[in-house]
């Protein structure tokens, strides 16, 4: 069974950066897409960034292209999601996603990291 675990969220001032972390086991992720998604309060989850295991292929949500970076490391089986310049309006619970290739939707989810950006 796949498990994700997430970590590195907190607090910091605009402008700051964070580096998330996403510990992945159970599965052979060399077939799968990793994902990040947010949710703020009152709002729906959003898709923020996503990667393909074995190519390394990235896509982002326009907000964050120039800010955010994801990256994965084959031998520590993690995902990581660099985010730079944050802004208040990127204050969310993180969450870590994963799918196999064949599949549309994300079937496995960790349990989130607290991400609050202050003004």
């Known amino acids: 069974q796949v498990q994700l675990v997430e970590s590195g969220g907190g607090l910091v001032q605009a402008g700051g950066s964070l580096r998330l972390s996403c510990a992945a086991s159970g599965g052979a992720f060399g077939s799968y897409i990793m994902g990040w998604f947010r949710q703020a309060p009152g709002k729906e989850r959003q898709f923020v960034a996503n990667?393909?295991?074995?190519?390394?292929?990235?896509a982002y949500t326009m907000s964050v292209k120039s800010r955010f970076t994801i990256s994965r490391d084959s031998a520590k089986n993690t995902v990581y999601l660099q985010m730079n310049s944050l802004e208040p309006e990127d204050t969310a619970i993180y969450y870590c996603a994963a799918r196999p290739l064949w599949r549309s939707d994300y079937n496995f989810w960790g349990q989130g990291t607290q991400v609050t950006v202050s003004s």
């Open positions: 990667i393909r295991w074995r190519e390394g292929t990235t």
